[in-house]
């Protein structure tokens, strides 16, 4: 029997079962209680954000394995999870039952020891204890890419919130093409608002010829309307395989970033607490939640210069100013580092889109100036 503290830093339990491939999390009923009577085990854990604890049988894997855990919180006194290892009953005189117990970090170099005899010292095979570490299971490929990615910025300069920042530019020269398409299609919606005005003044009061209006310029021209919000959708699979990465990174567990502001980039940057809880967000306030939620809106206003009508202007609200609310309250208890990633890509993304506008703008402004002269140039032959 092994028990644990549970509130935040133990909090499941997961087994693998003899001539399985793969682990299974243990699913508790509403009284917190797992059984599992059938089956032979290799191992069962109770695993945390960063280390495990796994019970290992060694002698037999005849073994049935049972855990618990206390759902709620009484009185400031945390959670509780247990696992349990037993064997039925034996008519024999005398039993011995050997175990092995793995207590460390979830790091696969180590877990890994114990696949071959020689590399541990028990003498264990064939485990295959890294299947403990949680991954985004078909984003696990791309968060092994960006380990990899983020550990070698790392050894170039000492500091992983730099890493992060070096390793968000990269993604973003990777996304570069893409996020191009986006800019240009932007860039070109905030050229032609002199004649979306017009369009708007002229049909102020017929809203289904204005989206018709709409429509063909925007054929005519070749532009989509939402287009600017291609390179944000195309970002969510890197998103969602780097949150998995520095929600587990164990080196990131107490890594500093900027001293005094974000000590842990593991965790929320708390920048004050208070002696009362806030509702959705707790008692403590953390700062780069706010400026990521800023960043996002400006980063969307700018992206979203285009004036529309009807169904899409409602879309393009909410994409300018609710999505970034929604995000603000799903990621205000995120790690730092998740945040800094995401904050400085909507820096960056500010900077380009502001550089593409202006660039687009005199391009336009030229292209009408030069369609005025030669429509000058047309009047006067006609009248010679």
Not at 69 to 74: A, D, I, M, V
Not at 188 to 212: F, H
Not at 303 to 315: C, I, P, Y
């Amino acid at each position: 029997e092994f028990t644990a503290l549970s509130n935040y830093d133990y909090r499941r339990v997961s087994y693998k079962l003899e001539n399985k491939n793969n682990k299974k999390v243990a699913s508790f009923n509403k009284s917190g209680e797992f059984t599992n009577d059938d089956d032979l085990i290799d191992w069962i854990a109770l695993s945390s954000k960063y280390f495990t604890i796994v019970g290992i049988p060694v002698t037999s894997n005849d073994y049935k394995i049972a855990a618990t855990q206390k759902t709620g919180l009484s009185s400031g006194v945390p959670q509780e999870n247990a696992f349990f290892i037993s064997r039925p009953a034996t008519s024999s005189n005398q039993v011995t039952d050997v175990f092995s117990f793995y207590c460390g970090p979830q790091l696969s170099s180590t877990l890994n020891r114990y696949d071959i005899a020689n590399d541990n010292v028990f003498g264990l095979t064939e485990l295959h204890l890294k299947k403990v570490l949680d991954s985004s299971s078909w984003l696990g490929w791309l968060e092994t890419i960006l380990k990899w990615i983020l550990s070698f910025f790392y050894r170039l300069i000492p500091n992983y919130g730099v890493a992060i920042i070096l390793l968000t530019i990269l993604i973003k020269l990777f996304l570069q093409p893409i996020s191009k398409k986006g800019m240009d299609s932007t860039a070109k919606m905030s050229a032609m608002q002199p004649k979306m005005q017009e369009l708007q003044t002229r049909y102020k009061d017929q809203p289904e010829e204005l989206n018709k209006a709409m429509a063909k310029m925007y054929k005519e021209e070749g532009i989509n309307p939402m287009g600017s919000c291609l390179p944000m959708l195309i970002q969510f699979p890197i998103f969602i395989a780097l949150y998995g990465l520095l929600q587990k990174h164990f080196e990131l567990r107490g890594a500093m970033f900027i001293p005094g502001w974000i000590p842990d980039l593991s965790i929320p940057d708390t920048i004050m607490t208070f002696s009362f809880a806030i509702p959705f967000l707790g008692s403590q306030l953390h700062l780069l939640p706010l400026i990521y939620t800023a960043s996002m809106i400006f980063s969307m206003k700018i992206t979203q210069t285009g004036t529309t009508s009807g169904q899409g202007a409602g879309m393009m609200k909410f994409m300018t100013y609710g999505m970034p609310l929604m995000f603000f309250f799903v990621m205000y208890n995120a790690p730092s580092g998740l945040l800094v990633y995401w904050t400085v890509m909507n820096f960056i993304s500010i900077l380009q889109q502001v550089f593409v506008n202006r660039k687009k703008k005199v391009q336009y402004e030229t292209e009408q100036i030069a369609k005025i002269e030669e429509q000058k140039k047309v009047r006067k032959f006609k009248k010679k």
